[in-house]
């Protein structure tokens, strides 16, 4: 079994390789949360009985960080299921070509777009063949199954649509794909051919060089995909594995020398897992990619899931699938986090006695 902190590891052994100004702030951030995740460097809660002491360390609450994102992702994951009716979804993955990967790699701010982009796009689909709204929520990804940049979409996309002029529900949607592969290329080129004339875009091949590659682009097909009717739990499921975690499953990786590091890669193509080994300074340059910018959100929430419309269109929209919305769900605690997923209370002693809290350490600075 692989160490569990095998990333923290790594990321102390090669520390004077990205701790230095001329790593990103966002990436030297999480990349230091995470090495202090659950040590003294963030203090801890005491806890006590009459025979036992126990100190639970503070963790790091970072999104790139492999523990502390297991347990946001489940609680995300049961506000949702109380949050979304009961009724069909789809999941759509909107790709772009590789030619299109090294703009959004060289102009990250671009990436923080490209949601709303992909929303914009079904939503004006959905509105010109039926007359109608979804709900959708937006999930983006920029790595692919060899930790390289590719930046794409996950959009979970309601079955069926509340007719506006009609005020109905519209049970079923067919959602053609080379029409929203169509849809979806023209916004997202539109989009790169407005960032190019405000001058906002740079790339190595220029303002004329970068124009010509989106004319082309433009010109082929795109590969989009469209799933079958899914339950909401199937597309939480999926798409939790990804949104608060680093795109690496800790099992697929094993420190082979403290020079290197292995890494299992999904090779979708031949369909199966490939061995990928890396020296330090490759792995955390590709590591670096997929850090997330501050305050940029995981996930993004669009039509009839938009903050601007959720509050007036919930409560209605419920009562025309006659469904009653479940209230939010508390929030678990550290304690019943564990306990639900492990079976072992953190809070009975060695002895079967309950410890209480007593006190707090502040952080130890090393």
Not at 60 to 84: D, I, N, V
Request: glycine residues 6%; positive net charge; proline residues 6%.
């Amino acid at each position: 079994m692989l160490d569990t902190h095998l990333l923290k590891q790594i990321l102390i052994d090669t520390r004077p390789i990205w701790d230095n100004p001329r790593t990103p702030s966002n990436v030297r951030e999480n990349f230091i949360k995470i090495i202090n995740c659950g040590t003294p460097a963030l203090g801890a809660e005491v806890f006590a009985s009459e025979t036992e002491r126990k100190l639970v360390y503070h963790t790091c609450k970072s999104r790139f960080c492999p523990s502390c994102g297991h347990r946001a992702t489940e609680l995300w994951q049961a506000e949702m299921e109380a949050a979304l009716p009961d009724i069909p979804y789809v999941n759509l993955n909107l790709t772009m070509p590789k030619e299109l990967w090294p703009i959004f790699r060289q102009n990250r701010s671009l990436l923080r777009d490209l949601p709303a982009v992909g929303a914009a796009a079904i939503q004006h689909w959905v509105n010109a063949r039926y007359g109608a709204r979804v709900l959708l929520m937006v999930v983006q990804h920029t790595f692919g199954g060899f930790l390289n940049f590719h930046p794409h979409l996950h959009i979970l996309v309601s079955s069926g649509g509340l007719q506006k002029l009609e005020n109905r529900w519209i049970t079923r949607l067919y959602f053609e794909k080379r029409e929203l592969m169509q849809c979806w290329r023209f916004y997202l080129v539109a989009y790169l051919e407005e960032a190019r004339k405000k001058n906002v875009l740079q790339a190595d091949l220029g303002t004329e060089g970068t124009k010509m590659l989106l004319e082309a682009q433009y010109q082929r097909g795109w590969n989009i995909f469209v799933s079958r009717i899914m339950s909401k739990s199937q597309f939480l499921g999926y798409v939790g594995r990804y949104i608060r975690r680093p795109p690496i499953a800790q099992w697929r990786l094993e420190r082979i020398s403290d020079r290197e590091v292995q890494y299992l890669a999904k090779n979708t193509k031949k369909g199966g897992l490939e061995p990928v080994q890396y020296s330090n300074d490759e792995f955390i340059e590709i590591l670096k990619d997929h850090v997330p910018e501050r305050f940029r959100h995981g996930m993004r929430y669009f039509g009839l899931l938009s903050p601007r419309c959720k509050h007036h269109t919930s409560p209605a929209l419920f009562a025309l699938l006659r469904q009653i919305k479940r209230p939010r769900p508390p929030r678990l605690s550290w304690a019943d986090s564990i306990w639900k997923r492990f079976a072992r209370d953190p809070l009975v002693d060695g002895h079967g006695q309950r410890l209480i809290w007593v006190g707090r350490l502040n952080p130890v600075t090393a």
